[in-house]
């Protein structure tokens, strides 16, 4: 099982980025699938989430600006970004949990495969 992020950058406030996680070794869409973030001296943080009933579950923070969806074709999961904010500066990661609930659970101990993550930075 491998999962690989993409598609991190900078931006300035305002603007938009989306980020890509390639999964390998199963089904993107036979799992809950989410993006946590950590900036720098915080804890990790869930952000948005997919179940394989396609539910959807997205932070406070981040609900009407920020859309997951997955490329079942491309066996990826995708974080379309607008609307960021320089508080949205942080490492993101994309993580799999082996559940198969309507709705995904959200904390990060029940998420068991990761990937390296990419840095998505906002400028005032």
């Known amino acids: 099982v491998q999962l690989q992020e993409s598609g991190g950058g900078s931006v300035q406030s305002g603007g938009s980025l989306s980020l890509s996680c390639a999964v390998s070794g199963y089904s993107v869409t036979w799992y809950c699938m989410g993006w946590f973030r950590q900036a720098p001296g915080k804890e990790r943080e869930g952000v948005a989430f997919v179940s394989s009933y396609a539910e959807t579950t997205y932070a406070d923070s981040v609900k009407g600006r920020f859309t997951i969806a997955r490329d079942n074709a491309k066996n990826t999961l995708l974080l379309q970004m607008n609307s960021l904010k320089p508080e949205d500066t942080a490492m993101y990661f994309c993580?799999?949990?082996?559940?198969?609930?309507?709705?995904?659970?959200?904390?990060?101990?029940?998420?068991?495969?990761w990937g390296q993550g990419t840095q998505v930075t906002v400028s005032s």
């Open positions: 993580a799999a949990d082996p559940s198969r609930g309507r709705h995904c659970r959200t904390s990060v101990p029940q998420y068991a495969n």
